[in-house]
């Protein structure tokens, strides 16, 4: 059941948000390019760097990039990632170092996508480029399985690719980190922490103004998925946090879900805010949690044998 009280910050966390204070960092400055840059010097500052004793090679493109780890199991899947930022915020340079811990964790492969940003570009023109991006990967690497994953918006980016671009059979697996999922309603987290936990109530509002007619446009919406769609969802995780404004929306989704089967694989983190992936380099309790992750979420059962 979705949880109705407020759940105690890690203090790892709780030191970082004190900081945030004490720096009078804001929300938004009412510039996206000066949010944007703020983002990225804080993250640079306090979330994850990329540790290159890690032996993982990075290639890039024009489209983002690709991790492979200094071990990799060739019966494994490969990754499409999917980040977050709500359409406006990072990139997958700023992603880097949590994708070459998750790489190394699930000794896979991972591809990450760049896409145009907001407000610069409408949703409509990011999701179809990127759509076009995914679905050439997909056939190209159509010899071993798919997982395709995606944290805040790029969760609901990802359910979007499978159910309404990608062919059904597609996708081994798909995986929503802290996904964004209820494009309608605000449920009690966006109270309890819709201020001062890394992603604000007013932020996520802005993101889902854009977002929301996009989705509504392609009968798209998570929390009332239809029989056809439900039926094209491949095996699914989902990974929530207790101090994120989009907790209780996660916990409601997992619990929907539940009663299809196979049903969801569903871990939660309560005492993690929004976006600690990004900090899985720095704070142990990141670190862990992002290795429960590649442990738990990711593994799927492929050709007889559990991967």
Known sequence: MPETRVAALHPEFGRLTAARRLMGVRGSTGSVATDRANAERWLARFGGAVDPSDGAAVERDAHGLTVRPAVEDPDGPWVLYLHGGGMVHYSTAVFEPFLRTLAGGLRAPVEAFD????????????????AEHVAARCRALADRPIVLAG???????????????????????????????DLRTERGSYRDYGEGYFLD????????????????????????????????????????????????????WAELMAGRPPGPRHLHFPDLPHDFCLYAGRLA????????IARTAFPLVERGRPW
């Open 115 to 130: 896409y145009l940003k907001a407000p610069e570009h409408t949703v409509e023109e990011s999701v179809e480029r990127l």
């Open 151 to 181: 944290d805040s918006v790029g969760g609901l980016l990802a359910l979007h690719l499978c159910l309404r671009v990608l062919p059904p059979g597609t996708l081994a697996r798909i995986v929503l980190i802290y996904p964004v999922l």
């Open 201 to 252: 109530r007013e932020a996520m509002r802005l993101f889902i103004s854009r977002l929301a007619p996009f989705f509504a446009a392609r009968s798209l919406d998570p929390m009332r998925l239809s029989e056809d769609d439900l039926a094209r969802l491949p095996e699914c995780s989902i990974v929530t946090a207790g101090c994120d404004v989009l907790r209780d929306e996660g916990l409601a």
């Open 285 to 292: 309790s990141a670190g862990q949690a992002v290795a429960e």
